[in-house]
């Protein structure tokens, strides 16, 4: 099995910068990409100046630095390395006074043939697409979503509530911060669409309109048709997408 990959990230229409960030990796090993996977990852920072900025880029490299050199098996390799994020991010802003208080949300998606794991901080989202048909697979770290889960509120009201932005963890911020691990219960099938966002596109775009646009052939259109939907809604935040469709080996070009 093999994924094509496409990716998008837009300053908006209401930033001055962009502070979000996303990458993948695939090992050019054959034996190295059967034994680990790829992964790819989408941060969305927050911080003055341009250190939500510094922020993203540096967990999303800190996270792709400790992956490649693990030697523990892939959930947990995954899993280390948004740790590891957490710790250079964090004491990046203790180092450099311009930096104090940076922070930036962190989800990371590993895929190994048909298995599929993920480690989670913050509000940024990872999704699976299949016939159409979407499932999110992480939680939002925000006070919405918990006021939500204790049924204070509707997740109507939570898309609107002037409260959506504020989370309840994020990479960098304090000195321990607890990662959201998991997996998808079953196996992938080609055909299926891993989507990963920042909050600037899954706050603007319905689940159901995410899982029928995600099912184009062409990612890279795919992408810029998701930006190009925030922007038309407003783009109050950066916006930033990745799509990930599982083919067969012949159809492995990225």
Not at 39 to 67: C, K, N, P, Y
Request: glycine share 10%.
């Amino acid at each position: 099995m093999s994924l094509r990959i496409a990716a998008a990230s837009d300053v908006g229409l209401r930033r001055d910068h962009n502070e979000d960030c996303c990458a993948n990796w695939t090992p050019s090993d054959p034996a190295e990409l059967a034994k680990r996977g790829e992964i790819l990852i989408v941060a969305d920072g927050m911080g003055g100046s341009a250190a939500g900025e510094v922020a993203s880029r540096t967990a999303v490299d800190t996270v792709i630095h400790q992956f490649q050199g693990s030697a523990e098996p892939p959930d947990q390799a995954l899993k280390l390395a948004v740790e590891a994020a957490h710790r250079a991010v964090y004491q990046l802003g203790r180092e450099k006074s311009e930096l104090a208080g940076m922070g930036t949300t962190c989800t990371a998606v590993s895929v190994r043939g048909r298995e599929l794991r993920f480690a989670h901080v913050g509000d940024s989202r990872a999704y699976l697409i299949r016939h159409g048909h979407i499932r999110q697979l992480t939680s939002d770290h925000s006070l919405v979503a918990q006021l939500v889960q204790q049924h204070l509120m509707t997740p109507e009201q939570a898309r609107l509530d002037p409260r959506r932005n504020v989370l309840t963890r994020s990479i960098g911020v304090g000195e321990n911060v607890e990662v959201e691990q998991g997996s998808y219960p079953g196996e992938l099938t080609p055909g299926d669409t891993i989507l990963i966002c920042s909050d600037g596109l899954h706050g603007l775009v319905a689940d159901e309109e995410l899982g029928h646009m995600a099912t184009q052939s062409d990612l890279e259109h795919a992408c810029a048709d998701f930006v190009a939907l925030a922007r038309q809604r407003g783009g109050y935040d950066n916006i930033t997408v990745m799509l990930a469709r599982l083919g067969p080996e012949q159809d492995g070009a990225r």
